[in-house]
């Protein structure tokens, strides 16, 4: 995270006119920025994996963001759009994380196979995903901080021409960016 705020820091002072003094000075905001965010992320990520410790769960750091991977079958039943109530426990521990970092905001993204038509698979997705959001409202999270969006078959993870790879598919990706940081 440093690296990055590094570089994209010393580009912010380019075009000014002391060219060196002011890369070097957003060169070093935007390193501490980058490691502020870092570092929150990382805090962030060994809470959630000790909290949830469910092996069916994947949580990726990759900088500047968490996402968190929920595989659908764990959440709902076969071609269910209700949450199986003993999941309900993730989504309470992963609200209650949401809450004590509240610097950042929150995207839940519903993926589906390519199984069906493509525009009920959109409209599954979108409606999957707001499921899983007013969950997360309703466990405490502020409204204002959640998106939900629906990708439907557009983003595979896997192939869809195996069940192994349909199953990957469909999934919930709850998706965690850090808020912009001010030194």
Do not use: C
């Not at 905001?29 to 992320?41: E, K, P, R």
């Not at 962030?44 to 659908?72: C, F, M, W």
Request: charged share 20%; proline share 3%.
């Amino acid at each position: 995270g440093g690296i990055i705020g590094a570089v994209s820091g010393m580009f912010t002072g380019i075009d000014a006119e002391d060219k060196r003094n002011r890369a070097l000075k957003g060169a070093i905001l935007g390193s501490g920025t980058g490691a502020i965010i870092g570092n929150q992320l990382d805090k962030q990520e060994t809470e959630l994996r000790s909290a949830i410790g469910d092996e069916n769960v994947q949580i990726k750091n990759t900088g500047d963001r968490l996402i968190v991977t929920l595989p659908l079958n764990i959440l709902f039943g076969v071609d269910g759009t209700t949450i199986r109530p003993d999941l309900m426990a993730n989504l309470r521990v992963l609200s209650a994380n949401l809450r004590r970092h509240p610097n950042t905001t929150v995207q839940v993204i519903g993926h589906t196979d390519n199984t069906g038509d493509a525009h009920y698979n959109q409209f599954l997705s979108i409606g999957l995903a707001n499921k899983i959001a007013t969950a997360l409202i309703g466990s405490g999270l502020a409204r204002y901080r959640i998106i939900a969006i629906g990708r439907g078959e557009d983003e595979p993870v896997a192939s869809n021409l195996t069940v192994e790879g349909r199953a990957q598919n469909r999934r919930m990706e709850i998706v965690i960016l850090p808020n912009k940081v001010t030194i």
